[in-house]
């Protein structure tokens, strides 16, 4: 496997991460009722979808096809989290804990990716800095956890 195939084939799992993201976000703003949560859930989509250009366009630099859509898995939990919202009458804190819970395992995701020391500098920084945003996320859903607890 070429250098290029392999940064891609990393970058790629990450574009599915973040297609899987943002879709789980947007199910999740249609599954409260708090117009505050809304707009965070909607506006944590828009950046997982800005993520996937950003991801996108790497691929493309380095002469590989990027994925066009989520996993199989990220269906999963989307559909585990609209299941448990029917159940929990879109009980908002069951809801975050599940975005939470998501957006941990996007971090460590970022996290084994980033332990790889042979990610070019330009990419490095630009998933150091998803990387932030996605922890500044999950603390700021930390705290509106703690709020409608």
């Not at 249609?30 to 965070?40: A, C, H, Q, R, Y």
């Amino acid at each position: 496997m070429s250098y290029s195939e392999e940064i891609s084939n990393k970058l790629n799992e990450l574009l599915i991460k973040n297609y899987d993201a943002e879709k789980g976000y947007l199910n999740a703003a249609e599954n409260v009722d708090s117009p505050t949560l809304k707009i965070f859930f909607k506006r944590r989509a828009s950046e997982r979808s800005e993520f996937a250009k950003e991801l996108r366009t790497e691929i493309l630099r380095y002469g590989e096809i990027p994925e066009d859509s989520g996993s199989f898995k990220g269906t999963m939990h989307r559909n585990w989290m609209s299941l448990k919202s029917l159940f929990t009458s879109n009980d908002e804190e069951a809801i975050l804990e599940e975005a939470i819970r998501g957006e941990e395992a996007s971090l460590e995701e970022y996290n084994q990716i980033l332990k790889d020391r042979t990610l070019p500098p330009t990419i490095d920084t630009l998933l150091f800095k998803q990387k932030n945003a996605i922890q500044a996320a999950i603390n700021t859903e930390k705290v509106h956890e703690e709020l409608v607890s």
